[in-house]
């Protein structure tokens, strides 16, 4: 199940195998104590991305200043405008 639907899709039309192949297209690591979760390394910040019931949830450190930043998203919106959010950073 490695083919993704339309980047203009919902998350929720998505199988979780789908949204898991997609973290991992993007560089993303699952946590292994914490399965739901994800782990991804930049340069100047890194991102915690929680599949959690009702939203995707982003908890970005910022490797310069060390500050957090959260932001959620519902899986209601489509997978492009997710990707760009989360992958541009805090």
Same mark, same amino acid.
């Given at each position: 199940?490695?083919?993704?639907?339309?980047?203009?899709? &919902?998350?929720?039309?998505?199988?979780? &195998?789908?949204?898991?192949?997609? $973290?991992?297209? %993007?560089? /993303?690591?699952?946590?292994?104590?914490?399965?739901? /979760?994800?782990? $991804?390394?930049?340069?100047?910040?890194?991102?915690?991305? /929680? $599949?959690?019931?009702?939203?995707?949830?982003?908890?970005?450190?910022?490797? $310069?200043?060390?500050?957090?930043?959260?932001?959620?998203? %519902?899986?209601? /919106?489509?997978?492009?405008?997710?990707?760009?959010?989360?992958?541009?950073?805090?």
């Amino acid at each position: 199940m490695n083919t993704l639907p339309n980047p203009q899709t &919902p998350l929720y039309n998505h199988a979780l &195998p789908q949204i898991e192949a997609w $973290l991992q297209q %993007k560089g /993303c690591v699952r946590d292994e104590t914490d399965i739901h /979760c994800w782990e $991804l390394e930049h340069s100047q910040w890194s991102a915690r991305i /929680c $599949l959690d019931i009702e939203e995707l949830q982003v908890t970005y450190r910022d490797r $310069l200043e060390g500050g957090i930043v959260e932001r959620s998203f %519902k899986y209601s /919106c489509p997978r492009a405008v997710v990707e760009e959010a989360i992958f541009a950073g805090p």
